[in-house]
């Protein structure tokens, strides 16, 4: 059963800009952090961009003031701004939720990704 489904990926220009969402299923609660991640052909995963429960964010350097994480905990659903996006952003970016168990570890999710595509 999916979890959490991303939306928002596309085909734009250098210089435009995107908005992800990644909604989380309605069941899934205590979530701890959610974040974003891509990967681009031939590469590894990387983080881009997270946020905790506590609102502490975290962005790859890459990435510092051209994309902003916000969550909106009512709605279970994360969200990540892309400003000013270049070529090398080109990637399939991920959604990951850490939810918390009691008296367990963790458990983390993942979105099945959404395309994001720019050129120069």
């Known amino acids: 059963q999916v979890q959490l489904v991303e939306s928002g990926g596309g085909l734009v220009q250098a210089g435009e800009s995107l908005r992800l969402s990644c909604g989380a299923s309605?069941?899934?609660?205590?979530?701890?952090?959610m974040g974003w991640y891509r990967q681009a052909p031939g590469k590894q995963r990387e983080l881009v961009a997270s946020?905790?429960?506590?609102?502490?964010?975290t962005y790859a350097d890459s990435v510092k003031g051209r994309f902003t994480i916000s969550r909106d905990n009512t709605e279970n659903t994360a969200y990540l701004q892309m400003n000013s996006l270049k070529p090398e952003d080109t990637a399939v970016y991920y959604c990951?939720?850490?939810?918390?168990?009691?008296?367990?570890?963790?458990?983390?999710?993942w979105g099945q990704g959404t395309q994001v595509t720019v050129s120069s």
């Open positions: 946020i905790t429960s506590a609102d502490t964010t």
């Open positions: 309605r069941s899934m609660t205590g979530i701890i952090t």
């Open positions: 990951k939720a850490v939810v918390s168990r009691s008296g367990l570890d963790s458990r983390v999710y």
